[in-house]
């Protein structure tokens, strides 16, 4: 009997733990004296849990031909040793049970455990043209690179915004490696000379330090996209994981590019991570400037989809305006190119805003993983959509968990995981992971109010309301009131909340205030008549606060009422 084709690393059966790769057996995590033989026999076992192994078998895997023992004597030792080491007996065996003349069989359950993939970070690339203003260019290399061995589904690649804030610093690869919680970094450079360009990259094991593989390319612009999918294949060769025939074609495949427009789209993705309102207008300036000269760029129009849902979800432009932009660009994108995860992703977020469509936002979002599985957004919009519909609350939790691993020092996930957790009703790590957020993003209006809003839930109200105060500091929107308005009526403000009340309906009068806002002040002061006809007006005005019905705990006080499960309908999260 042959090991499977892809054999766990490690297998678990009661308070055992057998490691393939270093040949040890462990009992509670201390070493067992276990030798070669018996260990194989373990393994072979272990790979085939509840089946016989016969003893021939059992004599191909430990003797291979050529080798002369007395087989039956030897047989029997191995598995008796076996036996005394793991505390069993053949009388009343707990692990292996012997079918005389036959063979043995593993009875305990296993849990194989497989070897997570290897990851690596593509660290920021050095300019060698040494000029300030050519700066994207190098980015935009690494970025791609970044993107490339992110295709591949036995790599884990760390995000680009992630590993950006490394740009120029002089800490040891070593410190970058735990930081980043990676295996390997790629380093490299870049010159751009007359319409043409040399990339170099090398490859470094981080623990213990050694470099695995450098190499040179040159190319004319309009070829570097092919090139960089050569780097990634060779830098997936040398870290020894295997590619998909699907991936070695996306990979071989050449991406011509008409220069200009290749330009123009890499000053756009600079830009956009700047994160702010007019870093996202000039992106898009960009975006449009390298589709009026290449129609066909298939990348600009994906992350033109990102920044117009970018501009949408912070407030800059109409809700629905900026997701039907997003939706047309990424429709645009996915024409020109079925295997862009950015533009699956970004198609599964608009169809969802635009037309509630959850099934194709579902079947979208895992499209996007499948391409791409170190997309740290792909994670999140399928977390995203399995929170609010309810499907499967842990999987949306290790999707949240997944996105935090691949970009670990991105504010908009460390803060989105901790609304996750608030969502799960895990309100101690809720908070927990609120704060860890602010101590490396201090002024995140996300982790205060999911800081406030968890304490909120565990009834520390005057805790909740500074940290609601904070956020409201920060952003005195109408989110922000209402907030804190909720707080102060949970407190036993209701002076206070209705005083809030008042002012969201005279600034509706001057500008937009979403309706959920009043929903959530109504509720909290106890006017359940008021609160639904404010939950009409949202379900009237596409309000995307209604995705949250199931799992937002300010909607809590309505629950029980008829209009609220009728509601749950309508929006399609019954």
Not at 46 to 71: C, K, M, N, S
Request: hydrophobic share 45%.
């Amino acid at each position: 009997m042959d090991p499977p084709a892809s054999s766990p690393a490690t297998f678990r059966f009661g308070p055992y733990g057998a490691d393939v790769r270093t040949g040890e057996l462990r009992k509670h995590g201390v070493r067992m004296k276990l030798r070669g033989k018996s260990f194989q026999a373990l393994v072979a076992l272990l790979e085939h849990p509840g089946e016989l192994v016969t003893r021939e078998e059992l004599r191909h895997r430990l003797w291979p031909q050529g080798v002369f023992v007395d087989f039956d004597n030897s047989l029997n030792s191995t598995v008796n040793r076996l036996r005394v080491v793991l505390g069993d007996c053949t009388a009343k065996p707990r692990f292996i049970e012997t079918l005389p003349r036959l063979g043995y069989r593993f009875i305990a359950p296993v849990e194989p455990v497989r070897a997570a993939p290897p990851t690596l970070a593509v660290l920021p690339f050095e300019n060698l043209n040494h000029d300030p203003e050519q700066d994207f260019f190098a980015d935009g290399v690494a970025d791609a690179l970044t993107t490339a061995l992110g295709n591949v589904s036995t790599l884990r690649v760390i995000s680009r915004q992630s590993v950006l804030h490394l740009k120029g610093t002089r800490r040891t690869l070593p410190e970058i490696a735990r930081e980043l919680k990676t295996d390997a970094v790629v380093e490299g450079s870049v010159l751009q000379a007359g319409g043409r360009v040399r990339i170099t990259a090398q490859l470094v094991q981080a623990a213990p330090e050694r470099h695995l593989w450098a190499k040179s390319y040159e190319c004319e612009m309009g070829d570097i996209l092919t090139i960089q999918g050569q780097v990634a294949q060779a830098i997936a060769e040398a870290v020894r994981v295997s590619l998909t025939p699907a991936e070695k074609r996306r990979l071989d495949c050449p991406h011509p590019v008409d220069p200009e427009a290749h330009l123009a789209y890499l000053r756009g993705r600079h830009h956009m991570g700047q994160w702010t309102r007019e870093s996202f207008e000039r992106a898009l300036d960009y975006f449009r400037l390298a589709l009026e000269k290449d129609p066909a760029h298939a990348l600009a129009y994906a992350h033109m989809a990102d920044c117009y849902a970018l501009l949408g979800h912070w407030g800059h432009l109409s809700l629905h305006d900026a997701f039907q932009k997003s939706k047309e660009a990424a429709l645009h994108a996915l024409a020109l190119d079925d295997s862009l995860s950015s533009a699956h992703w970004a198609f599964a977020w608009a169809v969802w805003v635009c037309d509630w469509d959850l099934a194709t936002c579902q079947a979208e979002a895992l499209r996007a993983i499948q391409l791409n599985p170190s997309d740290e957004h792909a994670h999140m919009v399928y977390s995203v959509f399995l929170i609010t519909t309810g499907k499967d609350q842990p999987r949306a939790v290790s999707e949240m968990r997944m996105a935090l691993d691949l970009d670990p020092l991105s504010q908009y996930v460390n803060a989105n995981m901790a609304w996750i957790y608030l969502f799960v009703r895990d309100y101690d790590r809720a908070a927990e992971q609120a704060r860890k957020t602010l101590e490396l993003f201090p002024e995140s209006l996300l982790a205060w109010r999911g800081l406030g809003l968890a304490e909120l839930c565990r009834s520390r109200y005057a805790e909740a309301i500074a940290a609601l105060e904070r956020g409201a500091a920060i952003s005195p929107d109408a989110l922000s009131v209402a907030y804190l308005g909720v707080a102060h009526a949970r407190a036993g403000h209701i002076d206070v909340a209705v005083s809030m009340l008042q002012q969201l309906l005279s600034r509706r009068e001057r500008e937009p205030v979403l309706p959920r806002c009043f929903v959530f002040l109504y509720a909290a002061t106890g006017d359940q008549d008021r609160a639904f006809d404010w939950l009409e007006k949202a379900y009237g005005d596409r309000d995307t606060g209604l995705f949250w019905l199931r799992i937002m705990p300010l909607f809590d006080p309505l629950r029980s009422a008829p209009r609220f499960h009728e509601m749950l309908r309508r929006v399609g999260l019954a």
